[in-house]
């Protein structure tokens, strides 16, 4: 490498180390639009997973839930048709003042109550687990801009340290070719074996 041909790799190492340097900022542009983008799945993971972590510590209180269903509607037209079903089923049987029938009466009042219960826990087990779902695909969004993240922080180090490496190939490169040329001139000027080419 002669002075002229290290001028040409300075100059060619500084332009590439300028491009890299230039290239190294949009990595974090990159970043903003991703999470921008996922951000909301990782919100909505939190916020469900608030909301499971409260059902979870609140469970259904029955004595409450049970005295508002004893006090609606519903439970009132319920009661009234199984009251209906069993004097029905004990007249046709023939049974109407039997004890088996003022007990079936009297217990339809727990079995409805036990019924709305279970639906109610029922419902309340699918809705936490809903959340749970939801909660995880948050967590799985965090994970995935985690990588994102990452990935383009090791790929910006990547171009400034490939920069920087440029940048000391630029700066050694008028060194190099003067001492190549120094040690090729008594070649050209006849001094060695034989004349440089």
Do not use: C, H
Not at 113 to 120: F, I
Not at 183 to 190: K, L, N, S, V, W
Request: no cysteine; aromatic share 8%; charged share 10%.
């Amino acid at each position: 490498m002669g002075i002229l041909s290290s001028a040409g790799a300075k100059k060619g190492a500084e332009t590439e180390a300028a491009a890299l340097k230039s290239l190294a900022p949009a990595y974090g542009t990159l970043t903003e639009k991703q999470y921008g983008a996922i951000s909301p799945y990782m919100k909505a993971g939190q916020g469900a997973l608030t909301a499971q972590m409260q059902m979870i510590a609140n469970p259904i209180n029955s004595q409450v839930a049970l005295s508002e269903y004893y006090a609606s509607p519903e439970y009132a037209i319920q009661q009234d048709q199984a009251a209906y079903s069993a004097m029905a089923g004990a007249e046709a049987a023939g049974t109407m003042g039997n004890t088996a029938t003022s007990n079936v009466l009297a217990s339809s009042a727990t079995q409805l109550g036990q019924t709305y219960l279970k639906s109610l826990n029922t419902a309340r087990g699918q809705q936490i687990d809903t959340l749970g779902d939801i909660s995880q695909q948050g967590l799985s969004a965090t994970k995935t801009m985690g990588g994102w993240a990452s990935n383009n922080l090791s790929d910006a180090t990547d171009l400034m340290a490939g920069a920087a490496q440029l940048e000391g190939q630029a700066a050694a490169a008028p060194y190099y070719g003067m001492q190549r040329s120094l040690f090729q001139m008594p070649y050209y000027f006849g001094m060695g074996k034989g004349k440089g080419k």
